[in-house]
RNA sequence: GUGGGCGUAGCUCAGGGGUAGAGCACUGGAUUGUGGCUCCAGCGGUCGUGGGUUCAAAUCCCAUCGUCCACCCCA
């Protein structure tokens, strides 16, 4: 039988990559809950009309990259290419706007059909983040924030850089859509294939092509910030103001759109240079009208998300250590029920301790062996002289210290003794190896 | 969706028409109760898959799948 391999783009997180994730999910937890997020789980799976409507038809997340299927009794689900559309519809499904304040957070895997590169998978992670119901700026500014300080938290704010811009209200930006159309028709021979093709569906997305040709038309083009009304302009200056007060360093980039069309006002951009080509980390901004063309009523909303696969790399080229290692590996030689009621023993007394037993067996070399790679800090010793003396060998694995051996009713008191320089963090900081 | 690189042992890779290799890892021994260092021995592969050319294919050709990188786009 032929072995099958897992679907392109979609890739297993192994026992050797999970501690870092559960390392990174808990920490991103715990923040978003201390700024009074609470979390919603929602399904994997929604209506491909959701995502229609919310992200727009224009978009390539729409157009190409969803992975649509249909359900048995013919309508078209898809696997959802990402959080906001979701949480909006349970939101709005669950009557959780009344009253109309909250923040949710959500952590969990997206699916866009896309050719695979560095830092870009067809199953890839976000965690994001929505607010609604709170239209000041001093949610923006907030909410900037506190990913500036998840940033500095887990020690790769160095590598990120903020760059913001305003979207406008809806009739801005149709004026402005307007202007531009009317200045790039007459010169639409000199626009790249995909710009011409985005002049009639979403000509916004051009500002923000690489095509140098294109960039190059685009100098004496109106801009999106001339377009502003008065009120999202003084929302714009307003949080940024609220930045500078914060000390939080930004860039104006008036060509930040973003690949989704429900965006107004505030759009954002984490990016980074130190990923390849995929430089975005986290993004986010206003969607004030997304929940009423999702059919509640109007409401503003904001949020962001963040690629956990991105975040991850980030962290890990800083060499954070995540590994557990255990405190203890338990060596024997026959004694079967003596070794598992001594492990257990143990483990009544010291609940977090982290013990291994050797379920395999064979030779003592063999089990030091594996207790040496077990990567734990000593080794216990339950063996026939041990067993006849009731006592337990500790052998220290990390350094020279001579080996020794205590009373096997002691052994537990002696172990938390050993590692009481361990706080219980002591595995999230790492031990040198 | 487009372009290019790469698929050989668990891992990292060499070999480019004529008997399938190395290092690391793994197992055992030197060391019958002690890991790491050293030495010795051993296990391990339908050379991604399918087809073609050839007396002969890991090697050349075609297709396909996967992977990596870039374009595009995005987290």
Redesign the pocket.
């Known amino acids: 039988m032929?072995t099958l391999?897992?679907?392109?783009?979609?890739?297993d997180i192994l026992p050797s990559d999970a501690a870092r994730w559960q390392w990174l999910e808990q920490r991103l937890a715990e923040r978003l809950t201390a700024y009074g997020f609470g979390e919603i789980r929602i399904p994997v799976v929604e209506k491909t009309e959701l995502f229609t409507r919310a992200i727009g038809q224009g978009?390539?997340?729409v157009e190409?990259?969803m992975y649509a299927f249909p359900d048995r009794n013919g309508e078209s689900l898809c696997l959802r290419p990402?959080g906001t559309a979701g949480v909006v519809r349970a939101v709005l499904q669950h009557g959780l706007l009344n009253p109309p304040g909250l923040k949710v957070w959500y952590q969990g895997p997206?699916f866009?059909?896309?050719?695979?590169?560095?830092?870009?998978?067809?199953q890839?992670?976000?965690t994001g983040v929505e607010i609604f119901g709170m239209e000041t700026p001093e949610t923006d500014a907030e909410l900037i924030a506190m990913a500036g300080r998840l940033w500095r938290e887990l020690g790769v704010d160095h590598l990120l850089r903020l760059e913001i811009n305003s979207l406008g209200d809806r009739e801005d930006r149709e004026r402005y859509r307007t202007a531009l159309v009317d200045y790039l028709r007459p010169r639409v021979d000199r626009l790249d294939a995909?710009?011409q093709r985005?002049l009639e569906t979403n000509p916004l997305?051009i500002l923000?092509?690489?095509?140098p040709e294109t960039r190059s038309l685009l100098v004496d083009a109106p801009r999106l910030d001339e377009h502003l009304g008065d009120e999202a302009r003084r929302h714009f200056e307003r949080v940024t103001a609220l930045l500078d007060a914060l000390g939080i360093a930004w860039t104006h980039n008036p060509g930040l759109?973003?690949?989704?069309d429900y965006y107004c006002r505030t759009v954002f951009?984490?990016?980074t240079d130190a990923l390849?080509?995929?430089?975005?980390?986290?993004?986010?901004g206003r969607y004030d009208d997304l929940v009423e063309i999702q059919g509640g009523r109007a409401t503003p909303g904001i949020g962001?998300?963040?690629?956990?696969?991105?975040?991850l790399a980030l962290v890990e080229s800083t060499g954070q250590q995540f590994e557990h290692r255990p405190h203890a590996y338990l060596?024997s030689?026959e004694a079967g029920a003596a070794r598992l009621g001594l492990a257990e023993r143990l483990r009544d007394h010291w609940p977090a301790l982290r013990l291994i037993t050797d379920l395999q067996g064979?030779?003592?070399?063999?089990?030091?062996?594996?207790?040496?790679?077990s990567g734990a800090a000593v080794?216990l010793?339950?063996?026939?002289?041990?067993?006849?003396a009731g006592e337990v060998?500790i052998?220290?694995?990390?350094?020279?210290s001579p080996?020794s051996s205590v009373p096997a009713d002691r052994l537990g008191a002696e172990l938390r003794r050993r590692f009481a320089t361990d706080g219980p963090d002591v595995a999230a900081s790492g031990e040198p190896a």
């Open positions: 032929k391999q897992a679907v392109r783009g979609m890739h978009t390539d997340v190409k990259e990402e997206m866009r059909h896309e050719r695979p590169q560095k830092g870009r998978q067809r890839f992670h976000q995909d710009s985005r997305r923000d092509s690489k095509n759109v973003r690949g989704l951009e984490w990016t390849g080509a995929q430089g975005t980390v986290c993004a986010g962001f998300a963040l690629g956990m696969e991105r975040l060596v030689s064979g030779s003592f070399k063999a089990q030091f062996k594996r207790a040496d790679r080794a010793v339950l063996g026939e002289a041990e067993l006849a060998t052998k220290d694995l990390r350094g020279d080996q």
